[in-house]
């Protein structure tokens, strides 16, 4: 974790607004500490909602397992610990062994990998370098994904580098009974 402390608190039932609450609701009982952290600013959240649903959805192109993993790299790349922590568990639902969970944070040159995988961590390693995939890289993915699936790891890269951006900004902190990756320790 990069903060020790939240910079922004995460809002407390008691302070709750109207609008708040109603950002809030569909989340039910147990209320995450980014939501809790966003929701400050309502009508930003809603906005944030819109599009991270898309991308969390079934409507990104991208089967669950193959998204888990860009999703993942681009977070341990941004050294977002928050952000790991939520998905990993989240990638073991959606496929991911423990063993494929520990190799993203080596990479595509980590051994095992598919080609399809290699593209897919090629990919995310470019989109936060340089913010640009190369050819080869783009060939790669074109052998593996369709057009719609292409843009949607660009897509998905780019709405979990804002995640971890605000996450490692904002300070926002593990929830309750979570527990730091070593490996992200000391950022």
Same mark, same amino acid.
């Given at each position: ?13 008691e ?7 109603e950002?809030?609701e ?24 819109g599009?991270?649903n898309?991308? +969390?959805? /079934?409507?990104?192109?991208l ?5 888990? $993993?860009?999703i993942?790299?681009?977070?341990? !790349?941004c =050294? ?11 990638g073991?639902?959606?496929?991911l ?6 190799r993203?944070k080596?990479?595509?040159?980590a ?8 593209? +897919?961590l /090629? ?6 370098h340089?913010?640009? $995939?190369?050819?080869a890289?783009?060939?790669? !993915?074109? =052998? ?9 790891v ?9 995640v971890s ?5 904002f300070?926002v902190q ?9 490996? +992200?320790?000391?950022?």
């Amino acid at each position: 974790m990069r903060l020790t402390a939240p910079r922004i608190q995460p809002v407390r039932d008691e302070e709750l607004t109207p609008d708040q609450k109603e950002q809030l609701e569909p989340f039910g009982g147990r209320v995450l500490n980014i939501f809790r952290t966003l929701v400050r600013e309502p009508k930003a959240m809603r906005g944030f909602m819109g599009w991270g649903n898309y991308i +969390l959805s /079934r409507r990104n192109g991208l089967p669950a397992r193959e998204r888990e $993993i860009v999703i993942l790299r681009i977070g341990y !790349l941004c =050294k977002s610990g928050y952000e790991w922590t939520q998905h990993v568990p989240i990638g073991e639902r959606s496929g991911l062994t423990r063993d494929e969970i520990e190799r993203i944070k080596q990479g595509a040159d980590a051994p095992g990998w598919s080609e399809a995988d290699q593209a +897919l961590l /090629r990919a995310a390693d470019e989109l936060h370098h340089d913010q640009f $995939i190369t050819d080869a890289t783009w060939a790669l !993915l074109g =052998k593996h994904f369709d057009q719609k699936q292409q843009m949607d790891v660009v897509f998905t890269a780019g709405q979990y580098t804002q995640v971890s951006m605000m996450l490692n900004s904002f300070g926002v902190q593990l929830d309750e009974g979570q527990t730091l990756d070593p490996d +992200l320790k000391g950022f």
